[in-house]
């Protein structure tokens, strides 16, 4: 299975100590009428970054972080 840019960018992000800032729309929100996700990390020195999401790999985006969020 290939892995999808944004979550590869996502992960790669959360181990070099981003913190996830603003998830649009909201993880826990229906996926019902999802098709974009926009996903805002802070760096420890304050620096943002956005990672945009587009249709199946929203989902997949959002899922990895509802699974993530349990997990702390």
Not at 1 to 21: A, C, F, G, Q
Not at 45 to 63: M, P, Q, V
């Amino acid at each position: 299975m290939v892995e999808l840019e944004s979550l590869t960018k996502l992960k790669r992000l959360l181990d070099n100590d981003y913190k996830i800032e603003k998830i649009q729309p909201p993880v826990f929100a229906s996926d019902a009428e999802v098709n974009i996700v926009t996903v805002t990390l802070l760096c420890p020195d304050g620096k943002k970054e956005t990672i945009r999401a587009y249709r199946e790999e929203s989902r997949a985006l959002r899922e990895y972080i509802r699974n993530l969020d349990q997990k702390l």
